[in-house]
């Protein structure tokens, strides 16, 4: 199916179309050529999504690329990559939309990056060719450093340096364990291939595989982040433009939960069913450590970025709990995460280029000056804190059910972690948007642009959706195994 590729070429080539009008046309020309690639993304992904009947695998592309050394390029789509797909289509929609007023220097090139980054993470989530999948892996990173590093804060360099060295780290130590796994498979079966469905029978079987599977959980838990592998977060989720911090915190983490979900429980089931107690502890610690963090700062951004690490920590709950409760409340959280946390990225974005400071000391007293944008933050600050009636509180909820199955302790220590981030998201509202107004700062904000109330809008009418009806998402999220062959993948065989 040729859908499949085109959602990876299609926002390169947009975004490559985006570079070459800023180099050549008017300034606003790469922000509309960049708003047409994501409208046709969606339009594309909405003809998929019409399509889709049932479980498994839904759609499949294959094409020779190396086939001496066994690769190529392999595409196959279930409903998680369905939904993961979608998400990542309604991050980068904010992103292009609001950086018109934001980036004027180089925009073009800007642009290129950004949907490069969005064409990276769509080949992640399409990706069964293991050599493929790092391919794509790589692709999202290289231009992400390039959008810290060039559009980032004052000390947008050394995040740049440790979201780069990180992130390199543990995608060198992904393809390590990749090539062992195509060696041990070679040595069982006298063929080389990348071809996921064909590993996984050596994933099962082989006694490396705990080795194996280690070297996906670390990159994995890198990205996500998990603590302890958490320390590239803050800084650059603190020190990155405002879009770079809405794609980074709404999908690019995601990509985290989905290799967990895919490479790791998936491929690897006995492995990681001995991996679970650990991997759920450090959830755990990531949940009630990094929400203490929360409370202590002052940095908006920085705060926005430690609430996301704890949530992401139910993630990891999720997936490890050995539950399809567990699991579907792991992919919901996924999904409300990315739209909550981008939102309260947007108004953290929107605080610093109206005030000209990050620091909550410094605010106060902003709900007269701007009541409507208020309400918004209210509201996501709700979201973030588990209110019922959101998507958040869905996700956070069937985790904990699914936790309890597999261990009441885990499931206690978790939900009190639901408690800080009460504090945390109150006391950001109440040092920002209540209390006495700032003398110089008395009427700071002026009206809120259009846009920015629009992508708000649209979010929360999301979170409110999915927390009324989160049906269709769990209908619709379910993983296919890698024995699992679906009528797409049929017919093209």
Same mark, same amino acid.
């Given at each position: 199916?040729?859908?499949?590729?085109? #959602?990876?070429?299609?926002?390169?080539?947009?975004?490559? *179309?985006?570079w070459?009008?800023?180099?050549?046309?008017?300034?606003?020309?790469?922000?509309i050529?960049?708003?047409?690639?994501?409208?046709?993304?969606?339009?594309?992904?909405?003809d998929l999504?019409?399509?889709?009947h049932?479980?498994g695998?839904? $759609?499949?592309?294959?094409a020779?690329w190396?086939?001496?050394?066994?690769?190529?390029?392999?595409?196959?789509?279930?409903?998680?990559?369905l939904?993961?797909?979608?998400?990542?289509?309604?991050?980068?929609?904010?992103?292009?939309?609001?950086? =018109?007023?934001?980036?004027?220097?180089r $925009?073009?090139?800007?642009?290129?990056?950004?949907?490069?980054?969005?064409?990276? @993470?769509n080949?992640?989530?399409?990706?069964?060719?293991l050599?493929?999948?790092?391919f794509?892996?790589?692709?999202?990173?290289?231009?992400?450093?390039?959008?810290?590093?060039?559009?980032?804060?004052?000390?947008?360099?050394?995040?740049?340096?440790k979201?780069?060295?990180?992130?390199?780290?543990s995608?060198?130590?992904?393809l390590?364990a990749?090539?062992?796994?195509v060696?041990?498979? *070679?040595? +069982?079966?006298?063929t080389?291939?990348?071809?996921?469905?064909? /590993?996984?029978?050596?994933a099962?079987v082989?006694?490396?595989?705990?080795?194996?599977?280690?070297?996906?959980?670390i990159?994995?838990a890198?990205?996500?982040p998990?603590?302890?592998f958490?320390?590239?977060?803050? +800084?650059?989720?603190t020190?990155?433009?405002?879009?770079?911090?809405?794609?980074?915190?709404?999908?690019l !983490?995601?990509?985290?939960?989905?290799?967990?979900?895919r490479?790791?429980?998936?491929?690897?089931p006995?492995?990681?069913?001995?991996?679970?107690?650990?991997a759920m502890?450090l959830?755990?610690?990531?949940?009630?450590y990094c929400?203490?963090?929360?409370?202590?700062? +002052?940095?908006?951004?920085?705060?926005?970025?430690?609430?996301?690490? =704890?949530?992401?920590?139910?993630?990891?709950?999720?997936?490890f709990?050995g539950?399809?409760?567990?699991m579907?409340?792991? @992919?919901v959280?996924?999904?409300?995460?990315? /739209?909550?946390?981008?939102?309260?990225?947007?108004?953290?974005?929107?605080?610093?280029?109206?005030l000209?400071?990050?620091?909550?000391s410094?605010?106060?007293?902003?709900?007269?000056?701007?009541?409507?944008?208020?309400?918004?933050?209210?509201?996501? $600050?709700?979201?973030?804190?588990?209110l019922?009636?959101?998507?958040?509180?869905?996700?956070?909820?069937?985790? /904990?059910?699914?936790?309890?199955?597999?261990?009441?302790?885990?499931?206690?220590? $978790?939900?009190?972690?639901?408690?800080? =981030?009460?504090v945390? =998201?109150?006391?950001?509202?109440?040092r920002?948007?209540?209390?006495?107004?700032?003398?110089?700062m008395?009427?700071?904000?002026g009206?809120?642009?259009?846009p920015?109330?629009?992508?708000?809008?649209?979010a929360?009418?999301?979170l409110?959706?999915?927390?009324?009806?989160?049906?269709p998402? #769990?209908?619709?999220?379910?993983? !296919?195994?890698?024995?699992v062959?679906g009528?797409?993948?049929?017919?093209?065989?």
């Amino acid at each position: 199916m040729l859908a499949l590729p085109a #959602l990876v070429l299609l926002p390169f080539l947009g975004g490559f *179309a985006a570079w070459l009008v800023g180099i050549r046309g008017p300034a606003r020309m790469p922000w509309i050529a960049s708003l047409i690639t994501v409208a046709l993304q969606i339009l594309l992904l909405l003809d998929l999504t019409v399509g889709v009947h049932g479980e498994g695998w839904f $759609a499949h592309f294959s094409a020779p690329w190396v086939p001496l050394l066994g690769i190529n390029v392999r595409m196959d789509m279930d409903g998680l990559s369905l939904v993961m797909l979608w998400l990542n289509a309604l991050i980068a929609l904010p992103c292009v939309y609001l950086s =018109s007023r934001n980036v004027t220097e180089r $925009a073009g090139l800007f642009h290129f990056l950004i949907l490069a980054t969005v064409a990276g @993470i769509n080949g992640v989530f399409l990706a069964t060719d293991l050599f493929l999948f790092f391919f794509f892996w790589e692709l999202m990173l290289l231009p992400m450093f390039g959008i810290i590093l060039i559009w980032g804060h004052a000390r947008r360099t050394r995040a740049a340096l440790k979201f780069f060295l990180f992130t390199q780290g543990s995608g060198l130590l992904m393809l390590l364990a990749i090539l062992g796994l195509v060696i041990v498979n *070679a040595q +069982d079966t006298g063929t080389i291939t990348f071809d996921y469905f064909e /590993l996984s029978r050596a994933a099962i079987v082989s006694p490396y595989a705990p080795f194996i599977m280690a070297g996906f959980f670390i990159a994995f838990a890198v990205k996500l982040p998990m603590v302890p592998f958490h320390a590239w977060l803050p +800084d650059t989720y603190t020190e990155s433009p405002t879009a770079g911090s809405i794609l980074l915190s709404g999908v690019l !983490a995601k990509t985290g939960g989905y290799g967990l979900i895919r490479f790791v429980v998936l491929l690897f089931p006995n492995a990681a069913a001995h991996l679970a107690p650990l991997a759920m502890t450090l959830g755990v610690v990531g949940i009630l450590y990094c929400a203490w963090l929360a409370v202590s700062q +002052d940095d908006i951004k920085r705060l926005i970025a430690y609430s996301s690490v =704890s949530h992401l920590g139910f993630i990891l709950l999720g997936v490890f709990s050995g539950t399809q409760i567990g699991m579907e409340g792991a @992919i919901v959280q996924m999904v409300a995460h990315g /739209l909550s946390t981008g939102a309260l990225f947007v108004i953290a974005g929107l605080l610093e280029d109206r005030l000209g400071t990050r620091d909550m000391s410094k605010m106060g007293g902003l709900w007269p000056a701007m009541p409507q944008f208020s309400a918004f933050a209210m509201f996501f $600050a709700a979201a973030s804190l588990g209110l019922p009636g959101l998507g958040n509180f869905i996700g956070e909820f069937l985790v /904990l059910m699914g936790t309890w199955q597999a261990s009441h302790t885990m499931t206690y220590f $978790a939900a009190a972690g639901l408690v800080l =981030s009460s504090v945390y =998201s109150l006391t950001m509202m109440m040092r920002v948007f209540y209390g006495p107004s700032k003398t110089e700062m008395a009427h700071p904000l002026g009206l809120p642009s259009r846009p920015h109330l629009a992508v708000l809008g649209a979010a929360a009418v999301l979170l409110l959706a999915l927390g009324i009806y989160p049906q269709p998402v #769990l209908k619709l999220s379910t993983p !296919a195994g890698p024995h699992v062959i679906g009528f797409a993948q049929e017919q093209a065989q």
